[in-house]
């Protein structure tokens, strides 16, 4: 709920860290730059067990790299996710992942 309390920050650490590892291993790796989770929200009713996070991730268009392929993306994180299943110690909604330009 508080950005600025420990909890917040050693699991907003543990968030970026995994995202990190898997778009490293992406497609983008060359020219992946990191992930910054920016919130985490409790589901419906406040279930906990279902907290949301926002999380921004970005790369940079060198004039070598190819375009950013989406469809393709999505496909690998999907595939290093069970299905967007999990990621770490962490279940996922399979419906969760949202892949823009």
Same mark, same amino acid.
């Given at each position: 709920?508080?950005?600025?309390?420990?909890?917040?920050?050693?699991?907003?650490?543990?968030? @970026?860290?995994?995202?990190? *590892?898997?778009?490293?291993?992406?497609?983008?790796?060359? !020219?992946?730059?990191?992930?910054?989770?920016? &919130?985490?929200? %409790?589901?419906?009713?406040? &279930? *906990?067990?279902?907290?949301? !996070?926002?999380?921004?991730?970005?790369?940079? $268009?060198?004039?070598?790299?190819?375009?950013?392929? *989406?469809?393709?993306?999505?496909?690998?994180?999907? @595939?290093?996710?069970?299905?967007?299943?999990?990621?770490?110690? %962490?279940?996922? &909604? $399979? &419906?969760?992942? %949202?892949?823009?330009?």
């Amino acid at each position: 709920e508080k950005p600025d309390s420990a909890k917040f920050r050693a699991t907003q650490k543990v968030m @970026n860290m995994l995202l990190d *590892r898997l778009l490293k291993d992406s497609s983008i790796g060359p !020219v992946f730059q990191g992930c910054e989770t920016t &919130d985490f929200r %409790y589901g419906p009713g406040s &279930d *906990r067990d279902q907290t949301r !996070v926002d999380a921004v991730c970005t790369y940079s $268009k060198e004039p070598w790299a190819a375009p950013l392929d *989406r469809v393709g993306l999505y496909h690998q994180v999907s @595939n290093k996710t069970r299905g967007i299943t999990q990621l770490g110690p %962490y279940s996922l &909604d $399979k &419906d969760s992942l %949202y892949v823009n330009g």
